[in-house]
């Protein structure tokens, strides 16, 4: 067997917590039980935690008070099972979707490249680095205003949002992925002549690839969250999860926004999945 | 949010107009000054030349029935902008249904423009002609957004303080301190809290100034609270729409306090004052007609507003139901009514003085000029001071508390 950290793939992935508690009970799982025992844990869980939004809401919450937990079956029932609503949700998942993913894109783009020019020279990385902090701890809503008299209130003032909360994972994370070579490394490519461009592509991107890609999926669930945000202040453009959830705030529509929030969550982790499985085919499964 | 949802029902107005409506307002010809008093001929009507050949106008929120008078202007053949939140339609001038040559835009605000002020807007925009806000942010915003009002539509304040009559028996809304009930307003230092405040007729230590404007609140607490709102929407929303209260509210007008800001002051900037002086001297006694029009016969104008509501797709939706409600409470509660002097739609300059005279004293403004004062911020020269609405009664209580069943 190769030695390769790059020749796993996840078939003969072997996760060593688990052989060795395999071999401490003396037997080797099959393959549907490894499967069973990922899925059982969080499938019971879910379980349990459905049993108790249920007892939550139907014995201790007094029916005028239930909008603040609904029944997860009329969440259920009203969100994917109404057609109207189940219309309203998906059109703005797909718009949510669409503009987290431009704003990552971006984001992905910019903060790339603004870690490869900050590796170029202490003097630009010491001089970027401090204000790049700086654009972290601003709070993005108080930027909103800002945005909205630039930008104007649709969605190139949401893609802004986006950008600007998932730009910093990705700088730091690539940032700390491109200085992440040894000095031997370097010295080899440096005896073999190799330019400056050489040494980025062969030696310090592909080094960098692990680390970026952790960014990338930090920042990809950001951009989710910063989309939704966006939607609660510039409201012009197509409907996005944002919107949908103030208005259904607005009237007290309980099921249509756990509904709502059941969506985001789910972007959340799709686009969590996507990034993971992404790092996988990139960087192979070793890292994972 | 701090307006939404609406509804529908036909016409106790539009029945009214035909003298058969339980408001017994009077038909359209009872008097030669109101309504559609044939004022001025079709060459009067004429807009074109004078004003932007798209007279833009900035609303403070989504379309309500409050807005009547602009979408009044609109005729019905416009088109919707759902991604940008504007209707745009040529500009009919109501006293003669005669087209004026140019457009009418009328541009959703609050949630569409991130919460942005129409004071602030007509300087981020300059083709937006008219903006509209009620007097005291107009006030507030002066040393940095100078706006001056040239109509309001609206005579009396229609914010108001509602709350569970079945858990508060309040006189009024100076019985508030007495109850240190937890009071829900848009922020904490508002400048009608520092005035309530100085009077003692609410505490500091009772204000959440977090409210939102939606329900949550004051439902989960059973009614526990006091909640800021609108005489046109929170009374009848509450008690007939929201299911998980659907009980009556008590609400009293905020105007009772003698805080009494004109609530759609409708200004443009002080520079386009000269520059439009023409086009104001008619579009403005357009507008003041306009709202007698809306008034007398709402109907069109609310299914308007609700399929507008239904394309912009933000806030909770409008319907038939809250506009015919609105359009009556306004009348009712006299928030639209005749100035004692001066023609509908026209300031009271002694009333803008006490309100900035309130202000000064209460909420510490800072920026204002010198011998700051309501001519600096409204002016009556455009108003037709022949236009009046004609409407007797029937009033709610609107100098005590009003509960709506």
Redesign the interface.
Known sequence: MSLSPYAFDEETTIDPEQAQRDDVAGRTPTRGGRVAMRVLPPLLLLVVAAGLWELVSYVFLDP?????LPPLQQVLQQSFLVGANLSSLAGAFGVTAELALVGLVIAMALGISIAIFMRQSLFIERGLYPYLVLLQTVPILAL??LI??WLG??TT?RIVVCILIALFPIIANTTLGLNATTTAQLDLFRLHRAGRGRVLRKLLLPAALPAMFTGFRISAGLSVVGEIVGGF???????DLG?LI????????GPLLFGAIIFSALLGVIVFWAFTALAKVACGAWKE | MKKNAKVSAVAVLAGALAGTGTLGATAASASPRDAHAARPTATASSLAGICPSTVKIQMNWTPEAEQGAYYELASSSGTINASQKYYTAPLIDPATGAKTGVKVEVLAGGPAVGYTSPERLLYTDSSILLGMDATDSQIEAFSTSPTVGVVSPMYTYDNVFFWNPAKYHFTAIKDFAASNATLLSFGAKTPLNSFLEAKKWITPGQVDGAYNGTPAQFVATGGGVISGGYATYEPYFYAHQLSAWDKPISYELIANTGYNPYSEDTFTTPQNVTRYASCFKKLVPMIQQAQINFEQSPNRVNQLIVKLDDAYKIGGGYNMAVGTYAAQTLLKDRIIANPPRGGFGSFTMKRVNTLIHLLEHTHSLTGLPANFSASKIETNKFIDPTLEIAYHGPYNNVGGVITER
């Open positions: 005028s008070r239930r909008f603040l909103v205003p909205g008299f209130f649709s003032a202040f510039f409201q012009r453009g197509p409907t919107i103030n208005s259904y705030v607005d009237v007290l529509n």
